[in-house]
């Protein structure tokens, strides 16, 4: 490599670093991030915070990591692989905020683009961390994210905003750049409606993406997919407006497809485009670039019902 190609600034690679909670379902956390990082064109590496026994009808137990081994992951993966893009997950308590903002700064990830997904209930209703870390996301976390991308539950106990419509929704993403974050994607997902309005909150203005309701019980995982989604997308590239709407529309598709597992409330169907090679449409942009790597590995994968 020569001198000049060295002080060129680094091409996205699209590496994401996940720190997030483990799903022994395989729905949500880590599992649901690497496939969509993966699906997307992405390379995933993780930061496992907290192991969880839980399936489709609720959590039975959760486990936190040490915070050596946690701070002791992000550190392996920074020092040598490097990242694109980080997102962050489930975190428990104060003590793992503490432990993962200490690990970013010792690595000097300042710049590297953050998600944070402010994950607080499961989908089946589990409480998932306390209020202590409630308070060290708002305090601690929040201020370092490119982008925060609450439900309507984490945004209200993050800002104290009752979010009811789009007003809400924006106020309350108003409220979270006021913390420090540079853009908030308040989903819309808890409110009533034929539509469900997603509501991107930037420093230049307001964007809304709504898509058609899908009447279905096959939601588990979805906030942890589609974060994980625009990080993916974000790491290859792709401006944050341009990955927020694609990675919706990935989810949207997703859920749609949810193959029907469990009894409660079931996983999406990460890997649906796989089967994007017998359609006649794709979607534009890093997404389809994703796509066309996978079409071209699709003869040497096994179809995924054998």
Known sequence: ??????????????????????????????????????????????????????NTKGVMAVHGAPMDIVSG???????????????????????????VIAALDEAGAELIPLIVDPVMVASS?????????????????VRRAMLVTPNVPEAEALTGVKVEDVDGQ????????????????IKGGHLDGPQVIDVLVTRNGMRIFSRPRIKTRHTHGTGCTLASAI?????????LDRAVEEAGDYLHEAIRRAPGFGSGAGPVHHGWPL???AEAEAPSGPLAAGLA???GLAGSVPDKDA
């Open 293 to 295: 790597g996978l079409a």
């Open 231 to 239: 990080a993916a997308l974000v790491a290859q590239g792709a401006p």
């Open 170 to 185: 924006r106020e309350a993403g108003e409220a979270l750049l006021k913390l420090g974050a540079r853009a908030a994607l």
């Open 275 to 277: 089967d994007m090679e």
């Open 73 to 99: 992951q992000i550190a392996a993966v920074l020092d040598d692989i490097g990242a694109d893009a980080i997102k962050t997950g489930m975190l428990a308590s104060a003590e793992v905020i503490d432990a």
């Open 1 to 54: 490599m020569t001198a000049t190609e060295t002080d060129l600034p680094p091409e996205p690679k699209g590496r994401v670093l996940i720190i997030a909670g483990s799903d022994s379902s395989g729905g949500a956390g880590i599992q649901a991030d690497i496939k969509a990082v993966t699906v997307l064109g992405g390379y995933a590496a993780t930061a496992i915070t907290a192991l969880t026994v839980q």
């Open 125 to 141: 209703g589990a409480r998932l961390i306390g209020e202590d870390a409630v308070e060290a996301l708002k305090k601690k976390l």
